[in-house]
């Protein structure tokens, strides 16, 4: 059976969920007809996998609504568990679909239009500015990003940082496993950046605690205005 393209456009199960529903179909049999659109997968192309490896005739049923676009991306969206930046992602692959690609966009002069950034950002309860990061990343981001993205197994913002911090040559042959290791390293040091912050604000505190039993003499009140604003400047760097 061939996957609609609404289908298609869901990302895939990691193998652990797969493995998962595999056994539940194993031992309680489909519970949840595969919904078909014609004679393509509407939805649970997981669900058929699974029945095709298990030698299991799979149940299906003709989607009967008038929504097929809303019903195989809401309900896909909401029963996966997509993380924000995975419905970051799909909502961009929405809003760059074409005409005729999707069969309940904007109708303007009789013709059917894929939905705005703003409109998948409805139907997806994400962030308009999370769509554009996703969009930026699909448009600039090596192919290995992307699908990790996706996937789940890393963040838009993991992914922002890691393309800003690792050489494009690297990220090209890296896995899915290298990528996340990634992302955990470069929090890491940032955490580690922060500690030293948050240090080094404390002992600047001691220190103008210390000046203030001094007489206040010019040079004194020099130094009040030299600490206060490092400090000013650390509260800064951590706020942002």
Not at 74 to 91: E, F, G, K, P, V
Not at 220 to 232: G, P, Y
Request: hydrophobic share 35%.
């Amino acid at each position: 059976m061939k996957l609609h393209k609404y289908c298609s456009m869901i990302p895939p199960m990691q193998q652990d969920e797969f493995s998962k529903l595999k056994d539940s179909i194993s031992r309680d049999g489909l519970l949840v007809p595969i919904i078909m659109l014609g004679d393509e997968i509407l939805d649970g192309r997981h669900r058929y996998q699974a029945c095709k490896e298990l030698g299991i005739k799979p149940i299906t049923e003709q989607y009967s609504g008038n929504n097929p676009f809303g019903y195989a991306i809401s309900l896909n969206a909401t029963r996966r568990h997509l993380s924000q930046s995975q419905r970051a992602m799909l909502a961009t692959s929405i809003a760059t679909l074409k005409k005729g690609e999707i069969g309940n966009g904007r109708k303007v002069e009789g013709q059917i239009y894929p939905p705005t950034i703003e409109e998948a950002s409805q139907t997806l309860s994400v962030s308009a500015s999370a769509i554009k990061t996703a969009k930026n990343i699909k448009e600039n981001a090596p192919e290995s990003i992307i699908k990790s993205v996706e996937s789940g197994i890393i963040t838009l913002n993991a992914a922002s940082k890691i393309i800003k911090n690792i050489e494009p040559e690297l990220l090209e042959k890296a896995t899915p496993l290298e990528l996340n290791a990634m992302s955990k390293q470069l929090s890491e040091s940032i955490n580690t950046k922060i500690s030293k912050i948050a240090s080094l604000a404390k002992q600047l505190r001691i220190e103008y605690d210390a000046l203030m039993r001094y007489e206040h003499t010019e040079q004194v009140v020099t130094a009040f205005h030299d600490v206060h604003f490092e400090l000013s400047l650390i509260a800064q760097m951590k706020v942002n």
